[in-house]
């Protein structure tokens, strides 16, 4: 298939931080991508809870299983469009590499723990992770990405400085995350700019994953029941077509039948969305797309409409479920406690993490605000790369409180 004039080229990669030769059987994008599998935060995904936590079951997501259905369904829709299908595999694989154990609501005990040290946030943690905490190379911390990628990353759903250079959208308020603030003095990532429409495909298939998986795994949770799928845009219709197929169907192939519908009709939407945007906007190259001002990948009015209410029903239903709900109390817990007493006492931290901790410490300026506050990053550092069950063994270590998580 021909590459869209706007797609982004390896050829014209505006490189690394750190210059390395080039690979003479990989382009940059492929080198991104196989890093990012071999990273220790990748392998951590595994066992980092999506929506459910991973005493539910085996069944449900996680955050590796996530990211690889969006890496799926993003190559889909980057190759109808003829994009650069290895940024855009690299992105969608690197999205989610800054979340903490237990979900969402692990990020909001870990943000709540920090708000005196910067606060936190997954998106920023991933900006940490691939720069910075990844350590396997002799030459350099981090992975050293590509711009691309890294801008990617930073920026998949939209600009995060408006065109005066003041914070925008979900950053308005708090302002930028020190992670992304600190990082950008010395490598800029254009940050009042779109990303490319590769980093937009790989935000976009996020949606269309978790908005339809969520409907899966809270099907199979027994959270819902088909019938409450009935009077919603977009699932009712997908579901009357599998039913369709026979009224004795098995409810794991109705659930299927109906998930796999929607994830095709969100598919089918964005791809001819897109292609009517180009032809209007005609973006002639990936700098184009930075400069348009709009976002060039995205749904049909009707669809973000759809996909708007369906996420209202899966907060209502699934999201804030009391058996939800009453999982995540404890796992903040858990978090907060071990955040707690990790700042007490940091000699109750693994070596290596000890160490670091150590010299973190050790403020050449004597100022003990920010040591304090280099210490709180590197425990609130260890603590977010924890999965749920390294997370559970600890505080059962420390504390020994909840019989629940045993």
Known sequence: MSRAPFASRPEHSRGRLHPEPEDASRSPFQRDRDRIIHATAFRRLMHKT????????????????????????????????????????????????????????????????????GGFEHNAQTLRIVTELERRYAAFDGLNLTWETLEGLVKHNGPLLNADGHPAGKYRERGLPVAIRQY???????????????????????????????????????????????????????????????????????????????????????????RRKARRLKPASADDVRALGEPLVCFSEQMTENVRVLQRFLMRRVYRHARVMDAMRRAQRILTDLFAAYMENPDRLPEEWRARVDSLRQDPEGLESRAARAQARAICDFIAGMTDRYAQQQHRKLFDLDPLFR
């Open 50 to 117: 999506q929506v459910f936590i991973s005493l539910d079951g085996d069944h449900f997501r996680t955050r590796l299983t996530h990211s690889l259905e969006v890496a799926q369904i993003a190559r889909s829709i980057a190759r109808a469009l003829g994009l650069n299908e290895d940024l855009t595999e690299a992105l969608a694989l690197a999205h989610d590499l800054g979340h903490t154990p237990f979900g969402h609501a692990g990020e909001e005990a870990l943000d709540a723990c920090m708000h005196d040290f």
């Open 184 to 274: 950008v003095r010395g490598h800029d990532l254009e940050l009042s700019t779109w990303p490319s429409a590769e980093a937009q495909v790989a935000a976009i298939a996020d949606d269309i994953a978790y908005n339809a998986h969520d409907i899966d795994d809270g099907l199979r949770a027994g959270l819902i029941a088909p019938i409450d799928l009935a009077d919603l845009p977009l699932a009712g219709p997908m579901l009357e077509e599998a039913l369709k197929l026979g009224r004795d169907i098995e409810p794991p192939r109705l659930i299927h039948e109906t998930v796999r519908r929607m994830i095709s009709a969100m598919i089918t939407d964005v791809v001819e969305r897109t």
